[in-house]
């Protein structure tokens, strides 16, 4: 059973940074790309960023330049390094594994970032 476990959200002043990490459990952590999302009250997830075959980044233009996904293999760790933030930033994140092209449907607790001075 795939299990999902998101932290290091919090409140952060306009230009802070803060790392946010996802623990994986019962899958093989190592052969799946990975991605992050967020998702702000009222509106869809949205995809943030996404790390394919263990090195290949892509990142949806707003973040771009900011943030930074990486993933531990050995740790079963995924991070997300959120550097110069914005109000618009703020937002519940999620990590999820992609599956053909798709996140799997079920969801962590997620953890919130706030982006506020």
């Known amino acids: 059973q795939v299990q999902l476990v998101e932290s290091g959200g919090g409140l952060v002043q306009p230009g802070g940074s803060l790392r946010l990490s996802c623990t994986a459990s019962?899958?093989?952590?190592?052969?799946?790309?990975m991605a992050w999302y967020r998702q702000v009250p009222g509106k869809a997830r949205e995809f943030v960023a996404g790390?394919?075959?263990?090195?290949?980044?892509k990142y949806t233009d707003s973040v771009q330049g900011r943030f930074t996904i990486s993933r531990d293999n050995a740790k079963r760790m995924l991070f997300l390094q959120m550097n110069s933030l914005k109000p618009e930033d703020t937002a519940v994140y999620y990590c999820?594994?992609?599956?053909?092209?798709?996140?799997?449907?079920?969801w962590g607790q997620g953890t919130q970032v706030t982006v506020s001075s």
């Open positions: 790390i394919y075959a263990g090195t290949k980044t």
């Open positions: 019962g899958f093989q952590f190592s052969l799946y790309n």
């Open positions: 999820n594994v992609i599956r053909n092209g798709e996140p799997l449907d079920s």
